[in-house]
């Protein structure tokens, strides 16, 4: 099977896609002609394959850019925009919350907006709060939106091809982490579906839930454990709206104990609504009290000591899994 | 308007400054692991911020962007602890918060570099209404790119401050790229400062690579913005020598292109400028160039001796 990075698994997508669909076309901020030459990017190579009609590259303007998406996806186009980063969606989200969430609903179902929205997110890269916050939380509260977060090169793939078929408008974020390491990514047409949570490590006696760049903080704390006699089993929820309740309880179910794992900050966080279904719905699954793994609540720090404190370790993980065992 | 030969000697001074640090950056990006982050140099674009902060007094805020280091140097930051931060160390002006792209230097009234494209301007706007409202006789100017001028928010900003007539100066520093577009395939008017005429303010656009014409623009904007005529927009014409960061590897820019504007460079243009105005001699420009040097390298000494603060200092300072 081929090896690819998150970058280019969706790249594939985003040429198999714009393929199979003359009314798919992407537009963004250096999407056609970037600074980086490297084809570990998402929109590599595609304005030379595509050509400028269909691969637009726009000035520094993203209520514009999520403008764009919201006027031709009623017209019928299936746009992929880009918001180059998530803290940008601050810019986009007229459009995206008060627009593109909710013209369906005010026209009473009579027009539909297909459109994507791709955001690069994540800490690790030392550039400072203003261009590293996870907003998922944000999109997660309209409703209207669905919101995907792959955490493998293989689903990112999967998710995006579905994503721009699906009718909705379709947040989906891409943690820059995952660029760059190689994972395995089927060479075929294939969908992911949205909506549905995958269990990437099965184990007995507690569920940890993530999503996007901790899946390795989960899988590389899992693997210490398991040299401690302890099984952990990894939900990797893949899209938080929809929300996948049943895998979520089916795994509660099974190891009656739960740690929710994510990169952006505490308070509000997507860990709590996680919790609160947890709650409402399999308090009885529960043999202990559940536990959140998060960044603090703090802006992501530049300096790279500060920026580690800031993102959640397997050590973390695994001292909050062994308070509930 | 007569220029001082010490506001001349200033200029000359603060573009030396800041192409030495910002040379030595370029080089320090080239050592694996040394700088963290993202480097944005304003390489070439020096009489800009230089200009226009010696037009300024103290007093007189600023409000910069991603390519802040010429205009904070300019505005008389601290180059030891402008470097520090760059590092990330926690002897830099912000604690190893910021590192090198949202630097804050309140201590010189540079309050805000946000590197959230467009956002200077409107914060410009509340800050020169904070000048207006307390009566002081001061200005903002606040410095953003062409690329940065497609925002809605610089619309906003300039609208409101026109219609307050805020002492606020907007400064668009074209430098023909933002990202790897070039300014005809972000911008459908070729000139930027035309902008101004939207909103009844005055607008020009000068040669960005002297000086003295940025100087002379600024001091005279500065001038009516105390004398209650609101806010004005100079369009500053440089070019961008390096990449947009230091990992562009520059494409899409032709070679030429660069090699002409290099040829331009402000800081021999003022040199020159100012020797043959018998205002310095060769050995006072190497004086300059030597002090210029010897600072650059005791604040890269101070940073390197400098340590990183320790894990837990993320958690300070934010309210709430
Ligand atoms: C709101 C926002 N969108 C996108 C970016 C990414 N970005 C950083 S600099 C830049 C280009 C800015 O061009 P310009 O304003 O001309 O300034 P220059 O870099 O040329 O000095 C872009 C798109 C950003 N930082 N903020």
Not at chain 1, 253 to 279: N, Q, S, Y
Not at chain 1, 288 to 309: C, K, M, W, Y
Not at chain 2, 245 to 252: K, L, T, V
Not at chain 2, 299 to 304: H, T
């Amino acid at each position: 099977m081929q090896k690819l990075g998150m970058g280019q698994a969706v790249n594939q997508a985003l040429r198999e896609e714009m393929h199979r669909d003359p009314n798919v076309f992407i537009a963004g901020e250096g999407v056609g002609v970037s600074i980086h030459l490297n084809p570990m990017f998402p929109t590599h190579g595609l304005l030379e394959e595509f050509g400028p009609g269909r691969v637009k590259d726009t000035p520094v303007s993203e209520a514009a850019i999520a403008g764009l998406a919201v006027g031709a996806a009623e017209a019928g186009l299936r746009p992929v925009v880009e918001i180059m980063f998530n803290p940008f969606f601050t810019l986009a989200s007229d459009m995206i919350v008060n627009h593109a969430a909710k013209l369906r609903y005010l026209s009473g179902g009579k027009s539909t907006f297909p459109l994507v929205v791709r955001m690069k997110s994540g800490a690790g890269f030392g550039a400072g709060c203003q261009h590293s916050h996870n907003l998922e939380a944000w999109a997660a509260h309209c409703p209207g939106l669905k919101v995907v977060m792959p955490a493998t090169a293989a689903d990112a793939k999967g998710l995006l091809k579905s994503a721009i078929r699906d009718d909705n408008p379709v947040i989906f974020i891409e943690h820059m982490g995952l660029y760059f390491a190689p994972m395995p990514v089927p060479e075929n047409d294939y969908l992911t579906p949205i909506g549905q949570a995958e269990v990437k490590r099965p184990g007995t006696d507690v569920t940890v839930v993530t999503w996007s760049g901790m899946l390795g903080v989960a899988m590389a704390a899992a693997e210490k454990l398991a040299q401690e006699g302890v099984s952990v089993e990894i939900v990797d929820l893949r899209t938080l709206v929809p929300l996948d309740k049943e895998t979520i309880l089916t795994s509660v179910a099974k190891t009656g104990r739960l740690v929710v794992l994510h990169e952006a900050t505490r308070t509000g966080g997507f860990g709590g609504e996680i919790a609160a279904v947890v709650m409402e719905e399999g308090f009885n699954l529960l043999k202990a009290p559940l536990r959140r793994v998060t960044g603090p609540d703090i802006p992501v720090p530049a300096s790279p000591p500060l920026e580690r404190f800031y993102i959640p370790d397997d050590e973390q993980l695994i001292t909050a899994i062994k308070e509930i065992l | 308007m007569k220029i001082s030969a010490e506001k001349q000697k200033e200029m000359l001074w603060t573009m030396l400054l800041s192409r030495r640090f910002e040379d030595e950056l370029t080089e320090l990006c080239k050592i694996e692991g040394k700088i963290p982050g993202m480097m944005i140099l304003s390489t070439g674009q020096e009489a800009v911020g230089s200009g226009a902060c010696a037009a300024l007094e103290p007093e007189d805020v600023i409000i910069t962007n991603h390519r802040s280091h010429n205009h904070l140097l300019a505005k008389g930051a601290d180059p030891n602890t402008l470097m520090a931060e760059i590092y990330c160390k926690r002897t830099g002006c912000n604690k190893g918060k910021s590192g090198t792209l949202h630097l804050a230097v309140p201590e010189v009234n540079a309050p805000c570099t946000s590197t959230v494209v467009g956002a200077g301007p409107p914060i410009a706007v509340g800050r020169a209404f904070a000048q207006q409202y307390k009566g002081e006789q001061r200005v903002t100017v606040c410095f953003f790119g062409d690329g940065a001028a497609a925002e809605g928010s610089v619309h906003e900003a300039m609208n409101l401050a026109a219609l307050w007539r805020l002492p606020v100066i907007f400064i668009c520093e074209n430098n023909v790229y933002a990202g790897a577009q070039r300014y005809e395939e972000h911008a459908p008017n070729p000139s930027m400062a035309d902008r101004a005429s939207a909103y009844a303010m005055p607008g020009e656009a000068v040669d960005g690579n002297d000086a003295l014409a940025v100087y002379q623009a600024v001091r005279e904007a500065r001038e009516r913005a105390l004398a209650g005529e609101g806010p004005s927009l100079i369009e500053c014409r440089t070019y961008r020598c390096r990449g947009h960061g230091e990992a562009d590897p520059q494409h899409y820019q032709p070679k030429e292109e660069i090699r002409a504007w290099k040829e331009k460079c402000p800081i021999p243009r003022l040199r020159d400028d100012l020797l043959a105005q018998g205002l310095i001699t060769a050995a006072d420009v190497q004086a300059m160039d030597d002090r210029a040097e010897a600072l650059v390298k005791e604040a890269v000494r101070f940073a390197e001796d400098s340590p990183y603060p320790s894990p837990e200092e993320a958690l300070e300072d934010v309210f709430a």
